[in-house]
């Protein structure tokens, strides 16, 4: 019977084992569907398989571990996170999740538990929104479903999400939006912020995960020789999107709490002795306030608009993205925080800066969150990691959870049968 450090050292190993399965070779970037997607899901069959459970991948590329529960009327647990990346990532931000999951499973197997309820155990194909510019398509996809134009979103190569599922072998016709009896979903995530380890802390229970608006914007001006083009007869793009960026900057750190990032920029035709005619910037805007962030978005396209104008230049822009603050399930909440301090890891509440698979589950069914921290609070960066202790007490607070479900369960149906 492996020791508590042991497995948590397992865990560790496993989501380094999933690094190296990556499109750029010598970082970790595994975008939407990418062939390295295959090699992560051939690797995690062998462990679902070894803790028993029956495997599926369904519409959206999502690979699901089912373990059954002795109740054939229990609705089911769902635990999970997201297996994709951002370009260039950390080994922990997504796949820490699904490890998680599977090693409680791998507990409940080795020790003959049977729970009542099942476990699906879910590694999302799509979170980051890094290869469409559209996030969370592996959760959206078994939720709400994914619309035509979803499907026929585009990335740089021109290739369409449909496109993308019929080459990962996935029919792009079949039936969406099919979660049923869902008992909650459980996320294990990396902070990726810096609270935790601040406080010295190894767990957090999330209590919201705030609200994001993602854009892309376009300043359309006109391309003209560096040389021979005069300073007042320019209609410079990457001017207008310099200045605008300087101003994001500004007008987010007067903002208490206000998050803004332009993280994309790409200018045409990009040669240095051209005047640049055209450039495409992204914008992340978060707040835990909607009304703050919905406000903070359109002053900020408002100031795009200026920037263009000053210069003869176009603006146009379309939201990718826009997810509410999302609170957590109460009663899950609470389960989890009984459930850390029973495993002796009393954990804090705190929100979530970072958006996650848990925003859009949590729109159908009770979803609740454990923080790990993050060592120097960092993330979307190779140097994202965990600490072995905190994962061991992440899976004493899971087990922990699944006690008091077990409790609860056997609590209703003798109520129930009174
Ligand atoms: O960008 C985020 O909030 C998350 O890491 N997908
Ligand atoms: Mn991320
Ligand atoms: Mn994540």
């Not at 376009?218 to 020789?225: D, R, S």
């Not at 002795?273 to 408002?302: C, K, M, W, Y």
């Not at 699944?402 to 009174?418: D, F, P, Q």
Request: proline share 6%.
């Amino acid at each position: 019977m492996p020791t508590n450090t042991q497995r948590a050292e397992k865990v560790i190993a496993r989501c380094r084992q999933l690094a190296v399965f990556t499109e750029v070779p010598g970082e970790i970037t595994r975008t939407f569907l990418s062939p390295p997607m295959h090699d992560v899901h051939n690797l995690m069959r062998e462990w679902m398989q070894a803790a028993g459970m029956s495997i599926t991948i369904d519409i959206l590329g999502n690979i699901r571990g089912l373990y059954p529960g002795f109740d054939p009327n229990s609705n089911r647990l769902l635990i999970g996170s997201h297996l994709d990346t951002v370009p260039n990532a950390g080994a922990f931000d997504g796949p820490l999740g699904v490890v998680l999951g599977i090693a409680l499973v791998e507990h409940l197997h080795a020790q003959q538990i049977k729970l009542p309820f099942p476990i699906e155990v879910i590694g999302f194909s799509e979170e980051e929104g890094v290869r469409f510019s559209k996030p969370f398509l592996g959760s959206l996809g078994i939720t709400r479903g994914l619309s035509v134009d979803h499907l026929l979103l585009k990335d740089a190569n021109g290739i369409s999400v449909a496109e993308a599922l019929t080459a990962f072998g996935i029919d792009p016709r079949g039936r969406q939006g099919m979660l049923r009896n869902i008992l909650a979903y459980l996320e294990f995530h990396i902070e990726q912020g810096p609270v935790l380890d601040s406080e010295s802390a190894s767990l957090a229970v999330v209590d919201t995960i705030i609200g994001q608006s993602r854009f892309e914007i376009t300043f359309t001006g006109n391309a003209n020789h560096a040389g021979t083009t005069p300073m007042h007869l320019r209609h410079d793009a990457l001017a207008a999107a310099a200045e605008w960026i300087v101003n994001v900057e500004t007008y987010a750190q007067s903002v208490p709490n206000l998050v803004a990032t332009v993280g994309k920029i790409h200018a045409e035709p990009n040669a240095g002795n051209v005047v640049p005619g055209s450039v495409i910037t992204s914008l992340d805007v978060r707040h835990a306030n909607n009304n703050v962030r919905t406000f903070a978005h359109e002053s900020l396209i408002q100031s795009a608009k200026s920037s263009a104008s000053k210069r003869g230049v176009q603006l146009s822009y379309n939201c990718v993205s826009a997810q509410n603050s999302t609170p957590m399930n109460p009663q899950f909440i609470k389960f989890l925080d009984t459930a850390a301090t029973r495993a002796g890891h009393p954990s804090r509440i705190m929100s979530s800066g970072a958006g996650h698979d848990a925003m859009i589950l949590a729109q159908y069914v009770p979803a609740a969150m454990l923080f790990l921290r993050s060592p120097g609070g960092i993330s979307h960066h190779p140097d994202e990691t965990v600490l072995p202790q905190d994962v061991e007490a992440a899976l004493a607070t899971g087990i922990e959870f699944l006690t008091v479900l077990r409790e609860r369960h056997i609590s209703t149906t003798k109520e129930a049968h009174a």
